[in-house]
Structures are given as structure tokens and as C-alpha cells.
């Protein structure tokens, strides 16, 4: 597609089920972030793809959180037993390669969020 | 850490005339990009404009420009004429390019309404 995609656009859950959100990155589009979006925060960086690995993860706010990227394409952001605390709009960027012609490379390109509710 | 700091947190403007949002970060770096992105109510953000530190000369797209003031950490983003879809959500947001993840630092955000 022509932009960054993300599934489901919301999302509704109970107090300690398991949740997947989905995004597909624009083609091409090498590097893949996500982010947590709440009221009390703001935006927070949670964790950083380059290409199937995550060199970062720093920003993930516990051990239920989790994330995967497969063919370099795209990545699933799992949070295990949500918590009331987890409601929160969840967004995915992408960028180009370091090193791409005709485009900045250190831009990120926003998909229109996960709006997740754990009641 | 970078931090990034906006101190309006709402905003309005009446449509066609100019207004200013400002940000302030705080960085020990010298090389680094600095972003403004839109959120409007469909929660899509969207680049407005963007600035890397060594270039001196403010960037400008089309009704949107900044004032980047290096030596004291500032990034404001003026929006001249503004029109009624300029209503949203701006956030700032500083990144470090060669820090490994080349994550985005956010602002809390300044909410802005065009008034017709």
C-alpha cells in the first residue's frame, strides 16, 4: 500500500487477556517503530526494527510486552495479561534504509494508530 | 536524555491570520534532526516539516516554516494563513541520528484550533 498500515483500528479487551496488534510498514521501508500514545505519557518510543531484529527494545514498559518482525516486512506488537494501564492509541512508523537516494532517510512514517481499551 | 518541551498546550488562531507554536529541547549533541508532526482527530500523524541542526537556513514548506535558533534550543513552527484543516494536534520531536535506533523524542503536544 502507499502508506503505513495498522490493524485493528481499535480494539476492545478484558483485564488479563492476551492482545496482538498488527502493522504493515510502507514497502521498502526498512526500519519499523513502535509507539504508545496515552493520555498521562504522551508519545513513548517502545521498541526499534532494523530489517527481523530489534537492537532496541528499551522502550518496551515490561516483559508483556513483546514484538516480532518477519521478512522484513511485517510486525506484530503482542501484550500479554493486559492491564487497565496498557489503554492506550499504539503507533507504527517506518523509514527508509540509511543510505536511500531521492528521500530522507531519517523520516518516520506514521500509520493511524491501534486504539487498545482494556476494561 | 534529550528532552523536548512545549509550553502551550492549547492554541487558536483565526482562520488566515499567522500563529507561532514553540519547543524548546534539551540535547549535549551537536548533529540531530527536528521534526513537527500534525495529529488531526484521525490520529494519523503526518510530517510537517522537519531541520537538521547543521543546516543554518530555516526550513520552509509552503505555509508552514521554523525558526530554528541552535544556540538556544529552540524550534518554533510558524503557520501563516491558516485554514480550518490545520485544526490538530502538533507535536515536536527531536531525533538522534548514529544513536542506534534513531527513535523519535516527542513534545507533550500543543493542541490548535482554527476559529472560521
Known amino acids: 500500500g502507499a502508506g503505513v498500515s495498522q490493524s485493528p483500528s481499535n480494539k476492545v479487551t478484558e483485564k488479563g487477556k492476551d492482545v496482538e496488534l498488527r502493522c504493515d510498514p510502507i514497502?521498502?521501508?526498512?526500519?519499523l517503530y513502535w509507539y504508545r500514545q496515552s493520555l498521562g505519557q504522551g508519545l513513548e518510543f517502545l521498541i526499534y526494527?532494523?530489517?527481523?531484529?530489534?537492537?532496541?527494545k528499551s522502550g518496551l514498559p515490561s516483559d508483556r510486552f513483546s514484538a516480532e518482525r518477519t521478512g522484513g516486512s511485517v510486525s506484530t506488537l503482542t501484550i500479554q495479561r493486559t492491564q487497565q494501564e496498557d489503554s492506550a492509541v499504539y503507533l507504527c512508523?517506518?523509514?527508509?534504509?540509511?543510505?536511500?537516494?531521492?528521500?530522507?532517510?531519517?523520516?518516520?512514517?506514521f500509520g493511524p494508530g491501534t486504539r487498545l481499551t482494556v476494561l | 536524555a534529550q528532552t523536548v518541551t512545549q509550553s502551550q498546550p492549547e492554541m487558536s488562531v483565526q482562520e488566515a491570520e499567522t500563529v507561532t507554536l514553540s519547543c524548546t529541547y534539551d540535547?549535549?549533541?551537536?548533529?540531530?534532526?527536528l521534526f513537527w508532526y500534525k495529529q488531526p482527530p484521525s490520529r494519523q500523524m503526518i510530517l510537517v516539516i522537519r531541520?537538521?541542526?547543521?543546516?543554518?537556513q530555516n526550513a520552509t514548506e509552503n505555509r508552514f516554516s521554523v525558526n530554528f535558533q541552535k544556540a538556544a534550543k529552540s524550534f518554533s513552527l510558524k503557520i501563516s494563513d491558516s485554514q480550518l484543516g490545520d485544526t490538530a494536534m502538533y507535536f515536536c520531536?527531536?531525533?538522534?541520528?548514529?544513536?542506534?535506533?534513531?527513535?523519535?523524542?516527542f513534545g507533550k503536544g500543543t493542541k490548535l484550533s482554527v476559529i472560521p
Open positions: 512508523a517506518s523509514s527508509l534504509p540509511r543510505g536511500s537516494s531521492g528521500g530522507s532517510t531519517d523520516t518516520q512514517y
Open positions: 540535547t549535549s549533541e551537536n548533529n540531530y534532526y
Open positions: 526494527f532494523q530489517g527481523n531484529s530489534a537492537p532496541d
Open positions: 514497502s521498502g521501508h526498512t526500519a
Open positions: 520531536a527531536f531525533m538522534r541520528p548514529g544513536a542506534g535506533s534513531y527513535q523519535l523524542t
Open positions: 531541520q537538521e541542526a547543521y543546516k543554518q
